[in-house]
């Protein structure tokens, strides 16, 4: 499985930007689909998930309300748009999924659970 991420860029504070991270090779079997994020210096943290199939999403609470996970499985692809976007949230953004495992609720925020990641994508937000 090959994650492409793009999508990133240079906003200024309050723009947005939509991020994409196609999937391709081996993705039968995808449950989940993940972003998260790192910023300079910090510990890489989970930012939004969703599950494929039944399309429920997770995000964590510093983005609620500000972004939005979707997918498009046709495309085998998820996006993150991210609108007001805060100079907190300048950061390398990952993608990754879960194919050939499920990962359980109360671990989707782990990203050891993770399978396979993408090269990352850079945000920088300009305050």
């Known amino acids: 499985v090959q994650l492409q991420a793009s999508g990133g860029g240079l906003v200024q504070a309050g723009g947005s930007l939509r991020l994409s991270c196609a999937a391709s090779g081996s993705t039968f079997g995808t449950n989940t689909m993940g972003w998260f994020r790192q910023a300079p210096g910090k510990e890489r943290e989970f930012v939004a998930a969703?599950?494929?199939?039944?399309?429920?999403?997770y995000y964590t609470d510093s983005v609620k309300g500000r972004f939005t996970i979707s997918r498009d499985k046709s495309k085998n692809t998820v996006f993150l748009q991210m609108n007001n976007l805060k100079s907190e949230d300048t950061a390398v953004y990952y993608c990754?999924?879960?194919?050939?495992?499920?990962?359980?609720?109360?671990?989707?925020?782990?990203?050891?659970?993770?399978?396979?990641w993408g090269q990352g994508t850079l945000v920088t937000v300009s305050s």
């Open positions: 969703i599950r494929w199939n039944g399309g429920t999403t």
């Open positions: 990754a999924t879960d194919v050939g495992s499920r990962i359980i609720t109360s671990e989707i925020r782990n990203q050891r659970a993770y399978d396979y």
